[in-house]
């Protein structure tokens, strides 16, 4: 059973820091891609950020310099540290594993029920 579990959205003021967990069960972690993906009201869901089971970081260009992801195998967990929150990344925050093995199928993705970060006054 898969199972993506996020933590540690809220509220907090701009400029200010949050860290985002993510604690995955039912996969082999380390061979996953893992990511951060959120959703804002009225927008399309996109990516944040992503770290690969090589562990190579890719950002997007709205959070670079801002936020890092990491991830911590041996605990099945995957981090979005965000530093100089702005008002414009609240959004729904959620994971993602992507088990990108499947050569015929294609990728296999898995996703957390997400987390609410609020970025406001």
């Known amino acids: 059973q898969v199972q993506l579990v996020e933590s540690g959205g809220g509220l907090v003021q701009p400029g200010g820091s949050l860290r985002l967990s993510c604690v995955a069960s039912?996969?082999?972690?380390?061979?996953?891609?893992m990511g951060w993906y959120r959703q804002a009201p009225g927008k399309e869901r996109e990516l944040v950020a992503q770290?690969?089971?090589?562990?190579?970081?890719n950002y997007a260009d709205s959070v670079k310099d801002r936020f890092t992801i990491s991830r911590d195998n041996a605990r099945k967990t995957v981090y979005l540290q965000m530093n100089s929150l702005k008002p414009e990344d609240t959004a729904v925050y959620y994971c993602?594993?992507?088990?990108?093995?499947?050569?015929?199928?294609?990728?296999?993705?898995?996703w957390g029920q997400g987390t609410q970060v609020t970025v406001s006054s």
């Open positions: 993602n594993a992507a088990d990108r093995r499947y050569i015929f199928t294609g990728t296999r993705n898995y």
């Open positions: 039912g996969i082999i972690f380390s061979v996953n891609d």
């Open positions: 770290i690969t089971s090589g562990a190579s970081r």
